[in-house]
């Protein structure tokens, strides 16, 4: 089933506008509250295999998308669509964070960004090479996970003190025992085998104060993706994402030893909750000199990560002016040293 929004005004299509948060008519204007929105087209009962083609109500074309495509716009007509059969059942999404940046801002941001790399070429600086950018939300598994630790350690304090004309070194051993019992709640773990993980991590960290509940109106006049990993074969990512703060963590309760040795150490991390759900990714693909550079913005903080280019000339600048301050301060001390400040 191919969902379109159309304006009950004058019949023109709909989009989410991420500046009011509402559906928005690309002709008149009038807007609509999605939490009061009609959810009454989706409710029917969907088969399970996968149809790639379908046929876009709006003006009859065919639309041929890629399983993992959930929502999209016809490639003829621009209308923006929900295949809702690939946001049923398993597949529907719990939650959402909507789009609260719009193209415009998004592109302003971006400019901005490349504007403020100091060893980027002055031509990627310009920032106006923007072949495309792309509101995409990704999906995602959000975990609750429970850690439960314990920790054998022997840890030494030691104290030296002179007495008459001998110096002495006290060491003091003690046993140490921890039994922890550790909370992560949200901890995000990107569903899309298009995606790059490191750059979605990178995003980090998404306002989960701001999810909602999840609805079709939100995805409309934007991309978006259902998950292609299960939250079981993403588990064993989340338990590495939290497993440095776990190390941290017991760290900060062995403080005030000189040393801490671990006899034994048990952590037994298992998954509470995972929720899958929806969050909003500006994809933005940016020419310079011939070659196509990928980055992603956070579609609610604006947050953009990416690597640009780097301009050998200004890299030698760079460390050429730390090496003629050296050189400056050097020749100070030398000066110093000379004139009888010694």
Known sequence: MILHYKCPSCGSDMSFDADS??????????????????????????????????????????????????????????AGVVIADRLSGN???????PFTISKEEATKAFQKWCRNGL???KGFM?????????????PFWLFDLNSKVQVDAICTKVR?????EYIYTETKYYDAFRDLNLDYVKIPVDASEKMNDALMDKLE????????EFKTPYLVGYIAEKYNYTDKELLPRAKDKISDYIESYIRSTLTGYHSVNYKNKKIDTRSVTSKYVLLPVWMVSYDYKQSEHTFAMNGQTGKVVGKPPISGGKVAMWFGGIAAG???????????MGGGFW
């Open 21 to 78: 948060g509402k559906l928005s008519c690309q002709s008149c204007g009038k807007q609509e509250n999605i939490e009061e929105h009609s959810e009454k087209l989706i409710t029917a009962t969907f088969a399970e295999d996968e149809v790639k083609e379908y046929h876009c109500d709006n003006c009859g074309a065919d639309l041929i998308t890629e399983a993992e495509t959930s929502a999209t716009s016809c490639s003829f007509c621009g």
């Open 326 to 336: 050296s050189l400056l301060a050097l020749k100070t001390v030398s000066f110093m």
């Open 205 to 212: 960290p998404y306002p989960y104060d701001q999810l909602k």
């Open 119 to 121: 060893l980027t070429p």
């Open 91 to 97: 597949l529907a999404p719990a939650k959402v964070i």
């Open 126 to 138: 310009n920032a106006d090479r923007i072949k495309s950018i792309t509101g995409m939300y990704v």
């Open 160 to 164: 030296t003190y002179s007495s008459g």
